[in-house]
């Protein structure tokens, strides 16, 4: 089934509720474009971080603790 069906076939499905349970229908919609939105903000981020040069000479550093340091090991 196509995009344009699917949607067609939704409105047809909408038409058929109360206001109640259409309101119902849309807060849902609502709740699924911000969680989409929300992890493609995310994976912006994410992405963006990872490529950051910030962190760098980081690398560089010397490593100041080591195993040996540690009292307990988990």
Do not use: C, H, P, W
Request: charge should be negative; aromatic fraction near 6%; proline fraction near 0%.
């Amino acid at each position: 089934m196509s995009r344009k069906e699917l949607i067609e076939e939704t409105l047809k499905s909408l038409d058929k509720l109360s206001d109640t349970e259409v309101e119902e229908v849309k807060r849902f919609a609502e709740l699924l474009r911000s969680k989409i939105e929300d992890q493609e903000l995310s994976e912006g981020i994410m992405n963006l971080s990872s490529k950051s040069e910030a962190f760098d000479f980081l690398k560089e550093e010397e490593d100041l603790y080591s195993e040996e340091d540690l009292i307990e090991k988990y």
